[in-house]
């Protein structure tokens, strides 16, 4: 089999993959109890995704009986994401979601999946798969180790690495796991605005700004102030992250900003269309407008006053609910006078 994984190993490079390994198709049981552990002690909050079914999460031959490899592949999403600049009137966006990182990623392990095929094997790809555990099979995959930040690390990337894998029936030599940790670095856990890096390795979800910023409703008043301008993800744990910092540097292309008050007045198709690679609950453009009108209320910039006063009484409650807060925290004459007349009454604890 050494022939086929060399070309596998240039397919992927080709591909635009930044590198392949393979793992074992067995089960990851230490996973599957920790995904469990997190549902029951609530860090797991509202997440979906892979804590669906955990069981078929950690099982790869629960979804393919006939799996006996798994093609492990990666691709960063750095330099071309490039780094946000900073603007009163602007949203950031995380690197991650400022293009669609994962379709690269997935032509690339296509392109793997295809070789296999052509070879006799049944290849399937799994690709931000709910299927399958995509970290944990790039660890076991020799690609890199659990970082203290829940990432997995990388020489060379760092944290700045998308996963996914091709299952197969082919029998290839797996790669041997990375010997490696962060040893005693911590800068990941006080990077975290809100202490959502409860511990080494430990993520409480209900704190996270990266998952309030795509679960649907209300976002906490608590939560409103920390969420400053970003508009979808966050990227200060992995920005803190020293094997990451070389890659970072040459991220300098100013992307993964928006101008806020053309957001708010832009219409739902025209918001999905440039967004739609977000994950948003139903599909809804409101999810977008709600984390918008946090960062204009966090904005200080008054010249937002009107488009975040159009949605103070919008038919949407939380939209309404957002904007009220948003307009309490810009102040002035314009925003005092749409609440005294049109907002509803302002939360507490602006």
Same mark, same amino acid.
């Given at each position: 089999m050494e022939g086929l994984r060399h070309r596998l190993d240039q397919i992927a490079r080709a591909a635009g993959l930044d590198l392949l390994g393979i793992a074992g198709a067995d089960p990851f049981p230490i996973v599957y109890d920790e995904l469990k552990n997190r549902q029951t002690n609530g860090r797991a909050s509202g997440l979906?995704?892979?804590? #669906?079914?955990?069981?078929?999460?950690?099982?790869?031959?629960?979804?393919?009986?006939? /799996?006996?490899? %798994?093609v492990v592949g990666a691709r960063s999403y750095l330099p071309g =994401?490039?780094?946000p600049t900073t603007a009163d009137d602007q949203g950031r966006v995380a690197r991650v979601a400022v293009d669609d990182a994962y379709e690269p990623l997935r032509q690339g392990l296509g392109a793997v999946a295809a070789t296999l095929r052509d070879e006799g094997?049944?290849?399937? #790809?799994?690709?931000?798969?709910?299927? %399958? $555990?995509?970290? /944990?099979? =790039? $660890?076991? =995959?020799?690609?890199?180790w659990w970082g203290k930040n829940t990432m997995v690390l990388t020489p060379g990337f760092g944290p700045w690495l998308l996963f996914g894998s091709v299952v197969t029936d082919a029998h290839l030599d797996p790669d041997r796991p990375m010997g490696r940790d962060c040893g005693s670095c911590e800068a990941c856990l006080p990077a975290c605005p809100t202490g959502a890096l409860v511990a080494p390795?430990?993520?409480? /979800?209900?704190?996270c700004l990266a998952a309030w910023a795509q679960a649907p409703g209300s976002i906490p008043v608590e939560?409103? $102030?920390?969420?400053?301008?970003r508009l979808y993800g966050c990227d200060d744990c992995i920005e803190a992250c020293p094997p990451g910092h070389r890659l970072l540097k040459r991220s300098s292309q100013p992307r993964g900003t #928006?101008?806020?008050?053309? %957001?708010?007045? =832009?219409?739902?198709?025209t918001l999905l269309e440039?967004?739609?690679?977000?994950?948003?609950?139903?599909?809804?453009a409101s999810i977008?407008?709600?984390?918008a009108l946090i960062a204009a209320g966090n904005s200080g910039d008054r010249s937002l006053v009107p488009s975040t006063a159009a949605y103070a009484k919008h038919p949407d409650p939380m939209l309404a609910e957002h904007a009220v807060w948003a307009l309490a925290r810009l102040g002035g004459l314009a925003a005092n006078a749409v609440l005294q007349t049109g907002g509803r009454d302002s939360p507490s604890g602006k």
């Open positions: 979906g995704f892979t804590y #669906v079914d955990p069981e078929i999460a950690t099982t790869p031959r629960a979804s393919f009986p006939w /799996a006996r490899s %798994l =994401a490039g780094s094997y049944r290849a399937e #790809v799994l690709c931000d798969d709910s299927r %399958l $555990v995509d970290r /944990a099979a =790039a $660890v076991r =995959a020799g690609l890199g390795g430990i993520l409480d /979800a209900r704190r939560y409103r $102030v920390a969420m400053g301008d #928006v101008d806020l008050g053309w %957001l708010l007045w =832009a219409s739902d198709s440039r967004f739609g690679h977000w994950f948003l609950p139903d599909r809804k977008i407008r709600r984390n």
